[in-house]
């Protein structure tokens, strides 16, 4: 079954489907106020994010970092936050982005 992405103004999918056509169905399912607006079979079944284009290089665990102190903050993000800026030296916006990321990743 090939794998999809599909882009909608708020949300990025990442699905198996078997056409094009099941995978807007997927989005139609999960987010009926969302319209894809790009939809790529792609070329092989699995999906890679490079932790370099993200920027998350060098021997730190963003995430484990950012799930304890969502833990420690007991889920509190500005809490959360302060606690993630103060562990690892991080700025507002990047402390911002790792602990949110997490957040949605049900931590």
Do not use: Q
Not at 11 to 30: F, L, Y
């Amino acid at each position: 079954m090939p794998l999809f992405e599909i882009e909608t103004d708020s949300h990025i999918i990442i699905t198996w489907a078997d056409n094009e056509s099941s995978a807007r169905g997927v989005v139609d399912e999960n987010y009926p106020n969302e319209d894809p607006v790009r939809v790529t079979r792609r070329p092989r079944d699995t999906w890679v994010i490079s932790k370099a284009a993200l920027g998350l290089t060098g021997g730190l665990d963003p995430c484990c970092t950012a799930r304890d102190c969502l833990a420690k903050a007991a889920g509190d993000k500005v809490h959360a936050i302060r606690l993630y800026m103060s562990e690892t030296g991080a700025d507002l916006e990047h402390a911002r982005k790792v602990i949110e990321s997490n957040m949605v990743m049900g931590w």
